[in-house]
């Protein structure tokens, strides 16, 4: 079983739709959960994290935590062809970042 | 120049060929990674450096050689590669060592024939 498990995707919606993006682990002692954003050609770059089970909320974006169902999301609200781009979870644990492998999101105008 | 840059952005080499990825950090931080990223992969973590020092070495084949001699710098050095080892190399900084909050470069996307 992978540690962190993601849905590669593609996910395709129309802009506007609220957007769902979902991750689960393994490993209940890990620590700080971050959403990563990668554009085509381009490096991953930090979105937000959290540390806690319950919402952030940043803008458009939220981000979940459910420790006991050990589920984490990313919503965005009032999606746009701009959010169109692979989205990675990742978890901080023992001083390590734990990588999903992605979902690719499409927002079609 | 501003946040993490890599050169080249883009390098085709033979399997007997040496070359090297170049990695500068604008940011000031004291920490800097080295990740491959394979399609439909999760990122693998290479390795790690704390003000210079390597902290972190994730059984990388000894192919890859990596050396950091300064905090703003970071090379990855390649010799008698793989075709596996095509992928896009990222580097990454942090303000402190292994921390949560890593800045990426736009990577070395690596294609060895």
């Known amino acids: 079983q992978k540690e962190v498990e993601q849905d590669p995707g593609p996910l395709s919606v129309p802009e506007g739709a609220i957007v769902s993006l979902n991750c689960t682990y393994s490993?209940?002692?890990?620590?700080?959960f971050m959403w990563y954003r990668q554009y085509s050609r381009k490096g991953p770059e930090l979105l937000m994290y959290?540390?806690s089970s319950g919402n952030k909320e940043d803008g458009r974006f939220t981000a979940q935590v459910d420790k006991s169902s050990k589920y984490i999301s990313l919503f965005i609200r009032d999606s746009q062809p701009s959010d169109s781009a692979t989205y990675l979870c990742?978890?901080?644990?023992?001083?390590?970042?734990?990588w999903g492998a992605g979902t690719k999101l499409i927002i079609k105008p | 120049e501003t946040g993490v840059t890599q050169t080249p952005r883009h390098l085709v080499m033979g399997m007997t060929n040496k070359k090297s990825l170049k990695c500068e950090q604008h940011l000031g931080h004291n920490a800097m990674y080295w990740y491959k990223q394979s399609a439909k992969k999760p990122l693998e973590l290479m390795f790690v450096?704390?003000?210079?020092?390597?902290?972190e070495n994730n059984s990388v084949p000894s192919r890859f050689s990596p050396e950091c001699p300064n905090s703003s710098h970071l090379f990855l050095h390649l010799h008698t590669l793989q075709p596996e080892d095509s992928a896009l190399y990222l580097c990454?900084?942090?303000?402190?060592?292994?921390?949560?909050?890593?800045?990426f470069g736009p990577g070395t996307r690596l294609t060895v024939t």
């Open positions: 450096y704390s003000l210079e020092e390597r902290v």
């Open positions: 990454a900084s942090s303000e402190r060592t292994s921390g949560n909050e890593q800045y």
């Open positions: 959290t540390y």
């Open positions: 490993n209940s002692a890990f620590q700080y």
């Open positions: 990742a978890i901080w644990s023992n001083y390590q970042l734990i």
